[in-house]
């Protein structure tokens, strides 16, 4: 297929430029260019966010300013980014519990040092009756003790100070273990923000250095915790002597040791080491020369930062001006990272001053739509579909939050399925083309809609190429072969759509059968047949038969002479996908569709093969009744020439293609190729009414092969099934309460037990709680048959990266 409208859409004409499918509106008197740089304003837009204005309302100039500058944080998947404020953490609530938790070990601890201490001092009064005269290390007797200089320290007195210092030391372990200590560290120190942090952890290292080294705090007037002098009396027992005590260094040195381990936990604790990094950080920032100022996005400061101050003035002059709406403004940003990955600042800098707003326009000439039915953010690339509901299972993040798609999510593929009259179309479907269609103007994307039968998806002027088939006022038609020269590639496109759904024909032997004589016809005729003539052929006409293998003689081709030979030997045969062909194929063989896949003028035939190499809004009206096999064989027959299409070579724009009415589309083959998407930067979105409309066999394949999962309200409890399958299970916290009743055995608490059964009614019981971790799914098939309210919808989302967004509920008129 070589016309002017195949050469328009791929690039190769010498002006090429999409036909739109309505001539663009010229207005009455052009406004005039500004002088710094022609530029043509388009059509005022509204912010993302705001009420819809009337078509000829004024616009403020700061609307556009406003929405560059507006933040749009990093968030989770689905979550509509322009003006999102996240959450604040609560700060964690201390339950009476845990502080008793905390202060019931202390207290006895507390009780327990006070008896210890007691204890100790009364036996302190004969301290050498643990020890005998014959003690080798003693070395003299209560009677005539051993004469030495400077002061006399008791075998037993160091021993005592090293129990006593074990004793607290077990004591402090005990408390430790016991008591709610994390849960009080967590709220009351690692909750708290730097510097708040940092300054508790220091005051409490010093009333622990207070405790330890009480003499250090003159204003202190407790007695020393046992840490420092157990250490020294085990330095005596062990060394038997005095000079290493004696020595000014080895006591210094104890000293610092002990501090360094008191105050080491709580440096830990206050993250006083990556405080310091911190502070230090910002103190160079702060000191570094001409640090640069945070500028708002509507100055361009990419381009400043780049040097290019000329063309930022520029740009920033049309958005105060309101010669720029944010299709323009996505169009350059996007021109702008492209420019930068390739290094051809100079040419865009040209174009700039050289068009203005107007530069890097859509072929077709469009910079936006004439209406628009949803909020987008065309800088982060999403398209508002409702509100995450404030339900108990939904994440802090998501509650009461924007609903939004992006081609991050989109590039997983999206299965929605809801019964008619759910709002699929008008809530999922349409919001999500309209998206595709104003990214398409700003260079970033390429669309192809398939719309369900009578049902069109947006409005006509909204797309580049309508084909309606069917329809003899269709200005495009549908190549079925996606303009292919390889007789294999065009015969496995067809394959696919024509039998791809049948189990009793294998995909390979109908290949096969098409490919040998889609070879010969090629070698004759330069050219695919119509589809009327592969009707003819798949049949075993023998007068079509006939003249083309005269024509193969003729032409001396004698590889292709012996497919056509092969295929004629396998007519009729057991086996043979020619009849399953040439059935299918009948039903596009019809007088409704003479005029269409080539069959009157091959020049205006679309190709699917020009959305790989531009930003095309493309949509594609099947026969409205009558038709509805055939309405799926066209429908098959689009999904497997996009599937082929964007396998091949490389693409920077994101393409999507989306199905209204997937009914009968998903095959094998299709499953494994959408599998394969993801990492091709496309995507697709599949809308049905009921998971029965894919084979049984392919329900597990689907749910698996594609990213973001859909159910809408009213879906029957066996199609919840699916989902809840696909969604699985996690953990919850669940609490079991019993009644047991309380049985008195004295007779006085039987009587009081009686008295209060008569007053209130109810016998005297006593509850037990448990508390247990148990497994469940996420969503049942009953909740998601009975629980989901009208107008809402259960999503779940995958971006691209690999980052999840579990199952939860969208309010979809929020």
Known sequence: MDGDANRDTRGTHAD?????????????????????????PPRPMRAPGAPPVPEQAARSSSAVATWLDTARPAARPGIWRFG????????????????????????????????????????????????TPDD?????????????????????SEALVIYEGLAFAALVLLVAVLGSWPA????YVIGRPQPARALISALLALAVLSLVFPDAFPLVGWSAVPVVDPLLSLTVLISDGYDLMASRLYTDTLYAVVTLLVVWPFARLGGWLPYARTLFAAGRAATAPDAPAARPRSQWPALRDLGQYEIADLLTGEVTRGGMNDVDCARVENVLSAARRGGSLEAFRDTVLRQGAAAWTHPSGARDLRRRTAHHDLLAGQVRIGRWTAAHRTPPPYQ??????????????????GPSGSGKTRTLVEPVTEALVLQALAGSCTVVAVSAPGSPVCEDDSFDVIVRIGDPSSVHDLDPYAESDDPDDAAAILAEALVGDLDTVGAQGAVTALAQLLGPFRAVHGRFPSLPELHALLEGEETALTRLGEALAASGNDVMRRELDTRVRNTGAPGDAGRALADRLALLNRPAFADFFGGRDRARAFSMRAIAHHPLRVRIDVPERGHDEASRLITRLVLAQFHAVVGQGRREHFACLVLDDATGTVTPESVRRIQRLRSRNAGVLLALRAVGDVPEALHGPLFGAVGCHMAFCGVSTWDGSRFAQAWGTEWVETTEVAKHTVFADQPMTRFIHSVRKLVTGKAVTTDAVTVKQVERERW?????????????????????????????LVDLRG
């Open 16 to 40: 090429p430029v999409p036909r739109p499918a309505r001539p663009p509106e010229v207005p009455a008197k052009p406004p005039e260019p500004p002088a710094a740089a022609p530029a043509v």
């Open 780 to 808: 049942s098939a009953s909740e998601l048959a009975h629980a989901v309210p009208a107008g809402h919808a259960v999503l779940s989302l995958t971006s691209v990266e690999g980052e999840h967004a579990p199952p939860l």
């Open 184 to 187: 009080i560290t967590r709220h």
């Open 136 to 156: 080798w290390w003693w070395a003299g007797t209560v009677a005539s003790p051993r004469t030495v200089e400077g002061p006399v320290v008791s075998p037993g």
């Open 84 to 131: 999102y404020r996240p959450p604040e953490e609560t700060p964690e609530r201390i339950a009476p519990v845990t502080v008793v938790g905390m202060l019931v070990p202390l207290a006895l601890a507390m009780l327990t040092w006070s008896l210890w201490q007691q204890g100790v001092t009364k036996f302190q009064l004969a301290p050498l009756r643990l020890f």
């Open 400 to 417: 009461d939050a924007g609903a939004a798609l992006g081609p991050e999510v989109l590039g997983t593929s999206l299965l929605a399925v």
